[in-house]
């Protein structure tokens, strides 16, 4: 069984919105208090978006985010999602859905989450 499972991932037309989702299994989320999500380019290095401290809700972005995408979470589902807002083609990109140990915060440091999905298609078109 998949512990980290992503969805809502579409093609959207620039300026568009998507919210995309991710379904974390009931005992990865209750011992890793750190969400994320990262997104990747065929070529390039996966590169973090944002992450949440899913007890108290505190939140990180990358800069390109901030002010067009917003993590949060729901506890009593177990998911954290992403809406992505005023997308630019630049956006496109399949986007994962990480979990991690809490360590006193909570960043887009990839190599500190260890539970994964297999990421969802953000296609945005001009």
């Known amino acids: 069984q998949a512990q980290v499972v992503e969805s809502g991932g579409d093609s959207v037309q620039a300026g568009g919105s998507l919210r995309l989702s991710c379904q974390v299994s009931?005992?990865?989320?209750?011992?890793?208090?750190?969400g994320a999500w990262f997104r990747q380019v065929p070529g390039k290095e996966r590169e973090g978006v944002a992450a949440i401290w899913t007890d108290g809700g505190s939140t990180y972005y990358a800069d390109y985010a901030k002010g067009r995408f917003t993590i949060e979470r729901d506890n009593t589902k177990n998911v954290v999602y992403l809406q992505l807002s005023g997308l630019k083609p630049e956006d496109t990109a399949k986007y994962f859905c990480?979990?991690?140990?809490?360590?006193?915060?909570?960043?887009?440091?990839?190599?500190?989450?260890?539970?994964w999905g297999q990421g969802t298609q953000v296609t945005v078109s001009s």
């Open positions: 990480a979990a991690g140990p809490f360590r006193g915060y909570c960043y887009t440091v990839r190599n500190e989450y260890y539970y």
């Open positions: 009931t005992y990865t989320y209750t011992n890793n208090k750190c």
